[in-house]
């Protein structure tokens, strides 16, 4: 799992919590007040430079107290306000600004002699040609990925596979939620073994959805992608098309 946390609050959080931070109150401790304790009561003293010995006792004795009861309270602290690791590891994911993880799934045309076309659809919501996504699950997400596709597609799901190439956060414009968010993109390829005839059509609709094979120079001559999409147009230009 991926986090994005501004240093200033993370800073923050530390400071607010280093009293906890490591303040464990452990059995070696309360041992050791009641061992000094007792033998500051039980011993004997002489005299020293001058000092009597009931004097120094006192002294030693009042000593043992304050700390056994300095133990007391931060045993009795540590009790109420018990911060463990797990605290703080939940109170730092808390933190996290990726508000959405999504995974991109990333289809190439194998059916063609044509190089470098990638299916996309039409999204509504955005008025905007998108590659194919999906929220990511904790889990199986492979799983999960396949079965939305053939889901999405009408295709079998055991004539799809899937693959994580990379990840990326990144901040963008929501068109859909007319807000900045900050997204953690995993990007999957899927490989279809066998297109059904529709699908070997520049454009075809299933289940109401329009879809398109595009290249990335085609997505990139098109304005209305490159002003909604271009982060996610060169991270899977980047990662796919520039390094085969």
Not at 31 to 37: E, G, N, T, V
Not at 47 to 63: A, E, P, Q, Y
Not at 101 to 114: A, E, Y
Request: charged share 25%.
């Amino acid at each position: 799992m991926q986090l994005l946390i501004d240093k200033t609050k993370l800073e923050l959080l530390l400071e607010q919590k280093r009293e906890y931070i490591g303040n464990k109150v452990t059995v070696d401790a309360i041992i050791a007040a009641i061992s000094f304790l007792l033998s500051a009561f039980t011993a004997n003293y002489d005299s020293i430079l001058g000092i009597n010995g009931m004097v120094v006792k006192t002294v030693f004795c009042f000593i043992g107290i304050c700390y056994t009861l300095k133990i007391i309270i931060d045993l009795l602290k540590w009790n109420k306000n018990k911060y463990d690791h797990k605290k703080l590891t939940k109170d730092i994911i808390s933190l996290d600004m990726i508000q959405h993880n999504h995974s991109l799934v990333v289809i190439r045309d194998t059916f063609k002699q044509q190089a470098g076309r990638f299916l996309v659809y039409y999204d509504e919501r955005w008025d905007c040609k998108l590659f194919l996504n999906f929220k990511t699950v904790n889990g199986d997400n492979e799983t999960a990925i396949l079965e939305r596709v053939s889901a999405s597609l009408q295709i079998p799901k055991e004539n799809i596979s899937a693959r994580y190439l990379t990840s990326r956060v990144q901040e963008k414009y929501s068109v859909s939620h007319d807000e900045t968010r900050v997204y953690n993109h995993r990007l999957y390829e899927v490989v279809i073994n066998r297109f059904t005839d529709d699908m070997k059509k520049d454009d075809f609709v299933i289940n109401g959805v329009h879809y398109f094979w595009m290249t990335i120079s085609e997505m990139q001559k098109d304005s209305n992608i490159m002003t909604k999409n271009m982060d996610v147009v060169d991270f899977v230009n980047e990662t796919i098309i520039s390094r085969s």
